[in-house]
């Protein structure tokens, strides 16, 4: 690891100051920051820590959502009664997430500003246009088995490996951003992430100078909730495809859904296909296959990770008859 400096920040204002340096950034629980400094691949010359600053809480909105603090743990936001009571697929979402020592060290805005978990990302060996741009992708036309089926390009194939940014995609969050001039914009967290284009290297609409201190929640969507991740294995593995529901249904026919995907593109992928076939339609398993196929139907597959493509349809299938029932 190359050397560095450290400072812990006493507020918000002193930690934006603060990172306005060169080569400084900031570190909150480290759970990817840190891997990624021991692998050369992240190298700042300055670290200011903001995981004291008072951003913890979960606070009630006056129309019934939630604040949640940008510092607060992984671990709390799942176990706090209101989230699992008014929003049941992003506990779900957390608790799938890694092991649970590092989900009581990862914080909410560590979490939605992860890195990718592509090989040759983490091969400074290997071309990667996201850690070097112009280098190339070696995924294309590598091992690509975790990568991207949905809105990559010649670019960079990589996924976005939150399982927590496909719940609140689905819950229809909002970030809240802050700069050093004080001011506070929030941010949909559809329009957060970017797709790669040309310029894979810059993942999200965060601006240099600016900090996450929160995440904002809606109401609660009507109809019920479920997160659904499939893997290698059961505990700390990343997704080779995750699903993110809200269905109601009325006298067997679906009034509304949102679905959106996760380990299948460059950000939480929301399917307004598949909502559009699902919506108006009678709660079946024939309509869940129609919006399966809607779903996945620009998918293409790199070799290797093809039947990730089948996955999601299955997958999709069958959170949706767990949800809404199917007949």
């Not at 940008?70 to 009664?81: H, K």
């Not at 209101?82 to 914080?107: D, F, H, I, T, W």
């Not at 100078?209 to 700390?236: F, H, N, W």
């Amino acid at each position: 690891m190359r050397s560095f400096t450290y400072e812990r920040a006493t507020d918000a204002q002193a930690a934006l100051a603060a990172v306005s340096r060169d080569g400084a950034k900031f570190i909150s629980g480290g759970t990817n920051l840190l891997d990624l400094m021991k692998l050369d691949i992240e190298t700042p010359s300055h670290l200011v820590d903001i995981s004291r600053l008072p951003l913890r809480s979960i606070e009630e909105l006056p129309d019934s959502g939630l604040r949640i603090g940008s510092q607060a743990a992984n671990s709390d936001v799942a176990a706090d009664e209101r989230v699992r009571a008014r929003y049941p697929v992003l506990s779900e979402a957390l608790v799938a997430g890694a092991s649970g020592q590092l989900r009581n060290k990862a914080s909410t805005g560590g979490n939605l500003l992860q890195r990718t978990r592509c090989p040759y990302f983490y091969d400074t060996a290997a071309g990667c246009n996201k850690r070097e741009p112009g280098s190339g992708c070696s995924a294309i036309g590598g091992f690509n088995r975790m990568h991207a089926i949905l809105g990559a390009g010649d670019s960079c194939i990589a996924t976005q490996p939150s399982d927590m940014a496909v719940a609140l995609t689905v819950l229809e969050a909002e970030i809240e951003l802050l700069d050093a001039d004080e001011a506070v914009r929030r941010v949909a967290i559809a329009d957060f992430y970017r797709l790669p284009g040309d310029t894979p290297h810059i993942e999200t609409e965060l601006r240099p100078g600016e900090m996450i201190t929160g995440v904002v929640l809606p109401p609660p969507p009507p109809g019920r909730q479920r997160y659904r991740k499939v893997r290698d294995r059961a505990s700390y593995e990343f997704a080779l495809v995750s699903v993110a529901t809200v269905v109601s249904v009325e006298r067997g026919t679906l009034h509304g859904a949102r679905v959106a995907f996760g380990g299948v593109a460059h950000k939480p992928w929301r399917s307004v296909e598949a909502e559009a076939a699902l919506t108006g339609r009678p709660a079946t398993t024939s309509t869940y296959r129609a919006a399966a196929e809607e779903a996945m139907r620009d998918a293409v597959g790199q070799g290797h990770n093809d039947f990730k493509i089948d996955l999601a349809k299955r997958t999709l299938c069958r959170t949706l008859a767990q949800v809404a029932g199917a007949s």
